[in-house]
T-cell receptor
Framework: DAGITQSPRHKVTETGTPVTLRCHQT?????MYWYRQDPGHGLRLIHY???????DKGEVSDGYSVSRSKTEDFLLTLESATSSQTSVYFC????????????FGPGTRLTVT | KNEVEQSPQNLTAQEGEFITINCSYS?????LHWLQQHPGGGIVSLFM???GKKKHGRLIATINIQEKHSSLHITASHPRDSAVYIC????????????FGTGTRLTIIP
């Protein structure tokens, strides 16, 4: 199994509070991704990174920011959480990009009340 | 219309049956992925293919680029195959966006 961890695994927070989710990899893969999974929508890309300090937006990036200061860590921040951001968040990594195999983390279940 | 459509949405079968899950897409792609998600949430990559056919154990994935269609087959199905199977495509526009289908929930009854 690829070495990917996510923290926290579960979080309940209140509307308007900032939240940061962490993805950590031990594989030294260049590409890292944040997805959210919601019933009826499947997985959707929030942001991705193609190297340290190199990030780009996905299809549902509004309300989210990311940072990657080290190869192994990719942080997802909700600056002011809203109930619509209640979801399961998955991190994924890939050695060479989305045309190559992706390895997924265990997911973080976030509830915004 | 979604860019990636899967059928059926739900499938229940008896142990031992041959299973087929279909995926159709509407964009030009550089790669198609099949993923498996068990209850409890973990997502595992089963196959990544851009042409032809791949086999791993009892699982076979095929793709027809001209018809924009892929199938995932499971031979001699087993209750442990019960999971959600997700198709995803990488477009050939050069960005990193993976577009996912909404999944097929497979239940294998002993």
């Amino acid at each position: 199994d690829a070495g990917i961890t996510q923290s926290p695994r579960h979080k309940v927070t209140e509307t308007g509070t900032p939240v940061t989710l962490r993805c950590h990899q031990t594989e030294n893969h260049r590409y890292m991704y944040w997805y959210r999974q919601d019933p009826g929508h499947g997985l959707r890309l929030i942001h991705y990174s193609y190297g340290v300090k190199d990030t780009d937006k996905g299809e549902v990036s509004d309300g989210y920011s990311v940072s990657r200061s080290k190869t192994e860590d990719f942080l997802l921040t909700l600056e002011s959480a809203t109930s619509s951001q209640t979801s399961v968040y998955f991190c994924a990594i890939s050695k060479r990009g989305s045309s190559y195999e992706q390895y997924f983390g265990p997911g973080t279940r976030l509830t915004v009340t | 219309k979604n860019e990636v459509e899967q059928s059926p949405q739900n499938l229940t079968a008896q142990e031992g049956e041959f299973i087929t899950i279909n995926c159709s897409y509407s964009v030009g792609i550089s790669a198609l992925h099949w993923l498996q998600q068990h209850p409890g949430g973990g997502i595992v990559s089963l196959f990544m293919l851009s042409s032809g056919k791949k086999k791993h154990g009892r699982l076979i994935a095929t793709i027809n680029i001209q018809e924009k269609h892929s199938s995932l087959h499971i031979t001699a199905s087993h209750p442990r195959d019960s999971a959600v199977y997700i198709c995803a495509v990488t477009s050939n526009f050069g960005n990193e966006k993976l577009t996912f289908g909404t999944g097929t929930r497979l239940t294998i009854i002993p």
